[in-house]
């Protein structure tokens, strides 16, 4: 018998499967939000998306599984890039987007409830980071034509710089507890701008160390 090396939830279904994937997910994004990975229960799951439980269990097998596809599902139905034709432009809309969604009540608190799993659950922290680096992959593009049109450094890395937006942000989600608000995400654009022009993310900058 050939082994099932599937990982759990990578399939992408149609029809009546992905209208059950969907309110799976849903119910799995409000219980993390709710009660935070360590009570995440895929019988409740199934209950709150008045699905069978058996599907569940034979499609996402764990909890991890369940988080992988659901933050899977959120990297891939983000929206996509800002073209605003500046980098300027570019990274107010990003940081913008990561304000808007940390800020959110239901949203902040997955966000929260995810990264404190992938803290001591292996898997959950690699779809942790297949997550950022879907979404660094789609932002990354803001950059590389920063540079075409000569705004910073050729050999900027655009994964560095993307990565000094939302920092700030995430540190007050899950560090000071000061507001994400609009003014936030300005500052946090206007740094990594400033950090950009100067050189400080480029190949030679950050292989010193410096």
């Known amino acids: 018998m050939t082994q099932d090396t599937t990982a759990p939830g990578s399939i992408r279904p149609g029809g009546r499967t992905a209208r059950v994937r969907d309110a799976v997910l849903r119910a799995a994004g409000d219980a993390l939000a709710e009660y935070g990975f360590a009570a995440l229960d895929l019988a409740e799951v199934a209950a709150r998306a008045e699905v069978g439980k058996t599907t569940v ?22 929206l996509p890039h800002a073209d605003t034709g500046s980098l300027h432009g570019d990274l107010h809309a990003n940081a913008a987007l990561v304000a808007r969604t940390l800020a959110d ?31 660094l992959a789609e932002w990354s593009p803001c950059v590389i034509a920063a540079i075409a049109r000569g705004e ?7 994964r560095a710089v993307l990565s000094a937006v939302s920092a700030p942000l995430y540190y007050r989600l899950l560090a000071s507890g000061d507001p994400i608000d609009p003014a936030a995400a300005r500052a946090a654009a206007d740094a990594a701008l400033a950090a950009t022009h100067a050189g400080v993310f480029a190949a030679a900058a950050t292989d010193s160390g410096s």
Request: with cysteine; aromatic share 8%.
């Open 152 to 158: 910073c450094p050729a050999d900027t890395d655009p």
């Open 105 to 135: 009540p239901r949203q902040g608190r997955l966000f929260r409830a995810v990264i404190a799993a992938a803290t001591t659950d292996e898997a959950t922290a690699l779809a942790l980071q297949r997550f950022y680096d879907t979404r």
């Open 57 to 78: 269990y034979r499609r996402w097998r764990t909890p991890a599984g369940l988080v992988a596809d659901l933050l899977a599902d959120m990297a891939e139905s983000s």
